[in-house]
Every structure is written in C-alpha cells, then in structure tokens.
C-alpha cells in the first residue's frame, strides 16, 4: 500500500478510501496489542511517519486512542480514560449505587434529559421504575434501552455520530438540544480539576452545556476517581449544579474543600 497524490482520475476518492481503511485497521491494531510503534505503522501501511501522526491526530480526536511519545495507546491514563468499553466496565458497582440515589430525585411525568456517560446509564437501566417520564438524550445505548419501554417517551437527539462515544455530539446536537426544556439533567463528566469540569473534546462540551441550558435541575454523578483526572476543555464549575452525587470513597478533606466553595455535595454510601 503506497500514498497516493490523488492527481490520477479517481485518485482522491481511492486515497480516502484507503486513508479510512487504514485508520480502521490502526485503531484495531492499538486496541488488540494495547501499543504501537509510529515508526512501525509507517513501515507496515508504507506511508510516511507524518502520514501515520495525522491518522493518529484524528483517531484521538475520536476517543479511540492517545497518542503517546513513540507511537498510541489504548490503555487508560490521567487524561485518556479509554473506550466505550473501557468506560463502563470501570467503577460498575460505584455507578450503580450512584444511578440509586439519583433515582430517589425523580418523581413521575417529569422530562428527564440523560447525557452520554456511562454513569447515567446506569441510572437509565432503572427509569422504568419511575414512569411515566419524558427521556431525551444523545447517547445511543439510552436510546436502544428505552426505546418501546412502557411509561417511556423517548426523544432521540441527532447529529454527527461519534463511535468511540456511541453517542451524538457537536453542534447539531446542540442545537437539537435547544429545541427542548426538562425538567432534571442528569449527566456525569470525565475529569474534575479543583471546582471545575473538563472533558476531552469540544464537541462533549458543546452537548454538555446546551443540556445544562436546557433544564430547570442539574444533577451531577460523579465518582470519587473523576478527582484524579485531567481534562482538556473546561465545561462547568461544580457550583453550576444543583445537586452533586459523589460516593463516600472521596477523601474527607476533599469533601470539605467542596463544602467550603459552595458546592452542593451530597455523599452516596456504600451497601
């Protein structure tokens, strides 16, 4: 497999052909072996390194990978918190006590709108219990779990489709988003730095924002690790929402600091 100019009739349409499949079998290639070489993917694709570096920018932008000094990971780290499947498997049984309490704030009719963490689907998998209620939300998983449930009315949220997300996000969603107004938001978010939320990509913080817009409560579920993680796009103070649910694994002192700036923290024990 050579580069290609896309000078030759056709050409540029080949090049983007064989520009998405090999980016397809990168991004397989780093979550099968955990690591690879940019020296070695230039060698196997026969492209040039500056080639392989573009084709890994965009995959990161994804949230398929990180791009670390060598080459790209797939393995969890400060700012790269790993795939979908990565995602939810980590912290389960945090995120179900969490999606427990913050059931116990709904009552039924209520508008609900749910965001594309994984934390929030885990409350999802109990809205049944609180029907009738009105779901909107951008993340594909909720849509496919409540779609045809009984006492659930569900609008669906569109855009551009980003599988490493599963979930719709960037501009269009945003503007889909305003079209609504709920009752309670209920969302999660990827790092906490001092006060402040932060996610990885624009295009999360776009949705984010319009959803916190759109809701007369906010909620935030957040897990006691998110205080350790780094972000790159700032989304929100804590102090923005309403009510935030943490788990009693978060250190005192941090509890304390929390109090102190006015956030309003609520502790979710365990059992």
């Not at 855009?159 to 960037?170: E, H, I, R, S, V």
């Amino acid at each position: 497999m050579t580069e290609d100019d896309g000078s030759t009739p056709g050409g540029a349409a080949r090049r983007e052909e064989v520009q998405h499949e090999r980016r397809q079998r990168i991004r397989e290639q780093v979550a099968a072996e955990g690591f690879v070489r940019t020296a070695e993917l230039a060698r196997q694709y026969a492209v040039s390194i500056m080639t392989i570096h573009r084709d890994l920018d965009v995959l990161q932008a994804q949230g398929w990978l990180r791009k670390v000094r060598g080459g790209a990971s797939s393995l969890p780290s400060l700012l790269f918190h790993g795939d979908l499947s990565a995602r939810m498997a980590a912290m389960n049984a945090t995120k179900h006590r969490l999606a427990r309490a913050a059931l116990r704030l709904l009552t039924p009719g209520q508008t609900v709108m749910i965001d594309e963490s994984t934390t929030c689907l885990a409350l999802a998998q109990h809205l049944t219990e609180r029907g009738p209620l009105t779901v909107i939300s951008n993340f594909l998983p909720v849509i496919k779990l409540l779609a045809g449930e009984p006492g659930i009315s569900l609008l669906a949220l569109g855009g551009a489709y980003y599988p490493a997300y599963d979930a719709f996000l960037g501009p269009h969603t945003a503007d889909a988003v305003r079209s609504f107004r709920a009752d309670v938001l209920f969302m999660s978010t990827t790092a906490v730095t001092g006060d402040t939320c932060y996610h990885q990509s624009q295009e999360t913080v776009q949705v984010k924002r319009a959803l916190m817009d759109r809701a007369s409560r906010r909620v935030l579920l957040v897990d006691h690790t998110k205080f350790t993680r780094s972000g790159v796009y700032a989304l929100a103070p804590l102090t923005d929402f309403d009510t935030v649910l943490v788990d009693d694994a978060l250190p005192v002192t941090e509890l304390r600091r929390l109090r102190d700036l006015g956030v309003p923290v609520t502790t979710v024990s365990g059992g």
